[in-house]
Nanobody, 118 residues
């Protein structure tokens, strides 16, 4: 049984930093990604890591501020978020198991809230 669990959300002032963690169990996943959903908005792609391709991918809105990393031995993934803005406020979700980084992800975590105050 696959389980995906996020942690590390919280409240931070604009310009601050947070680090999100994701632990996936029950399988080995080449493609893992971060998504977010703000109130009243659709879920959107934030960043992804493809272990098989050796590449990372970012949404334009977070490029240069967020960094995704992996610990494949632990099937874990991290999102270092710097220079946070109020518009980054959202529930952040970790996802795993897509065939490519931009394909549909079958496994999702429960989400962790990130709130950036101005």
């Amino acid at each position: 049984q696959v389980q995906v669990v996020e942690s590390g959300g919280g409240l931070v002032q604009a310009g601050g930093s947070l680090r999100l963690s994701c632990a996936a169990s029950g399988g080995t996943f080449s493609n893992m990604g971060w998504f977010r959903q703000a109130p009243g908005a659709e879920r959107e792609f934030v960043a992804a890591s493809s272990w098989s391709a050796g590449r990372t991918y970012y949404a334009d809105s977070v490029k240069g501020r967020f960094t995704i990393s992996r610990d494949n031995a632990l099937n874990a993934m991290f999102l270092q978020m710097n220079s946070l803005k109020p518009e980054d406020t959202a529930v952040y979700y970790c996802a795993a198991g897509a065939k490519t980084y931009d394909a549909e992800y079958p496994y999702w975590g429960q989400g962790t809230q990130v709130t950036v105050s101005s």
